[in-house]
């Protein structure tokens, strides 16, 4: 069965560097969306893409953050210059028809910001 | 996009006997979609009950949709150890736009 992928499965920087974070998207999604959590807490919604374009963002999703679809099959979330507070995990997600339908989700990339 | 409340926040069960746990929302919605996270891992959806429905099955998980009480339930029938996890009901309205919002959820430990 097809499945979302991601990596790293663990990502260890330094506060002001800049991460990139890697998704493959089940091949004939056609939605994008990138989620965190941070330990404990709830999973929020950080950013939804479709047609290479940001179909909606939330507050977390400031300057600091971007998302790219470099080609046919990579969905990469960029964080600029992270902050301690960004520690958290990261799951992209993916389906075909947007609009609240099932969504897939990755294991997730662990961020550590020292 | 609107948050669903899951009820109870933890429930402890001895593995065999039956979990039930509950998800209340606000507003009118188109569907309903309940996930499972095993401890620092990636949701996984159980399953995506429409507004029209009452009542879905999907092996031992039976969903039941209320919506003139704007309430879900999900039913774990002879639950297992490794049904394990949290559960997460996240509503979604008619306007929406993709992004699923997500409360604390409801915490099952299933023992051995």
């Known amino acids: 069965e097809p499945e979302v992928t991601q990596t790293p499965s663990h990502q260890v920087t330094q506060m002001g560097q800049e991460v990139i974070l890697r998704c493959v998207p089940i091949?004939?999604?056609?939605?994008f969306y990138w989620y965190r959590q941070i330990l404990g807490q709830k999973v929020e919604f950080l950013v939804s893409f479709y047609n290479n374009e940001i179909s909606e963002k939330s507050e977390i999703f400031d300057d600091q953050f971007s998302v790219e679809r470099p080609d046919g099959s990579n969905f990469t979330l960029k964080i600029r210059s992270t902050k301690l507070e960004d520690s958290a995990m990261y799951f992209c997600a993916s389906n075909i028809a947007g609009g609240g339908e099932t969504q897939y989700f990755g294991p997730g990339t662990r961020l550590l910001v020292l | 996009s609107q948050q669903g409340e899951e009820d109870p926040q933890a429930l402890s069960i001895q593995e065999g006997e039956n979990a039930t746990m509950n998800c209340s929302y606000k507003t009118s919605i188109n569907n309903l979609q309940w996930y499972r996270q095993n401890s620092g891992r990636g949701l996984v959806h159980l399953i995506l009950?429409?507004?029209?429905?009452r009542e879905k099955h999907s092996g031992r998980l039976r969903v039941t949709l209320d919506t003139s009480k704007k309430s879900s339930s999900l039913l774990i029938t002879a639950s297992r150890a490794a049904d394990t996890a949290s559960y997460f009901c996240?509503?979604?309205?008619?306007?929406?736009?993709?992004?699923?919002?997500f409360g604390q959820g409801t915490t099952l430990q299933v023992k051995p």
């Open positions: 091949s004939n999604h056609l939605y």
């Open positions: 996240a509503p979604v309205g008619s306007s929406n736009t993709g992004k699923l919002i």
């Open positions: 009950i429409r507004s029209n429905e």
